[in-house]
């Protein structure tokens, strides 16, 4: 263990700079969206989804019709999520958006997922931040406590089997599971 300590770190955090990373507004309306998702959101019965999109619109999330949010999922910045008609985001789900998330309509975002439009440059010695949009194409399902990285499209109507780690893009209508996850078999009508 004592050699673990006296290794040098490939990285030195003193140089990280987030300067050029443009969060879309202002420092304030960023603190008041968290305000109000952090006092609002887990204040409002299961049932009213509908209190929860109108404040995501009212944050400049695009949100369609009949669209069903949990009261404990979480969005990073609203400016930046597009979530198609019909579909659900479950249960402690984050939307780690930093960069655009793009949800298609009848889509599932299961319960305990995480959705996350960033990381870090590990050849880089400052660490810089690195983002990528995600997609997740029209009537897909990403089931429970998967993560989906940067840059990733999901294809329309594939599935996602629980607690896969999603780093590459997937097929239309496919089922995938695994870490890393991966197709196995078409998805039949």
């Not at 960023?30 to 609002?40: D, E, H, K, P, S």
């Not at 655009?100 to 931040?129: M, R, W």
């Not at 594939?158 to 078409?186: E, K, N």
Request: glycine share 10%.
């Amino acid at each position: 263990m004592p050699t673990l300590l006296n290794t040098e770190p490939f990285v030195d955090l003193r140089k990280y700079d987030q300067s050029n990373f443009d969060r879309g507004r202002a420092g304030w309306y960023i603190f008041l969206w968290w305000f109000v998702q952090a006092i609002t959101f887990p204040l409002t019965l299961h049932n009213l989804s509908g209190i929860r999109c109108a404040l995501l619109r009212l944050f400049g999330a695009r949100i369609g019709k009949g669209v069903l949010i949990r009261p404990t999922a979480r969005f990073t910045y609203p400016w930046k999520v597009t979530i198609g008609d019909y579909s659900w985001i479950g249960d402690d789900v984050v939307l780690y958006s930093i960069d655009e998330i793009n949800i298609g309509s009848h889509c599932v975002i299961s319960q305990k997922s995480y959705i996350c439009t960033g990381s870090h440059d590990i050849k880089d010695p400052a660490f810089g931040l690195q983002t990528g949009k995600i997609a997740i194409g029209n009537g897909a399902w990403v089931a429970t406590d998967c993560f989906v990285g940067q840059g990733v499209t999901i294809g329309a109507n594939a599935v996602v089997g629980a607690r896969s780690t999603v780093l590459t893009d997937l097929p239309d209508g496919q089922v995938c599971w695994g870490t890393p996850c991966r197709p196995r078999y078409a998805r039949n009508r």
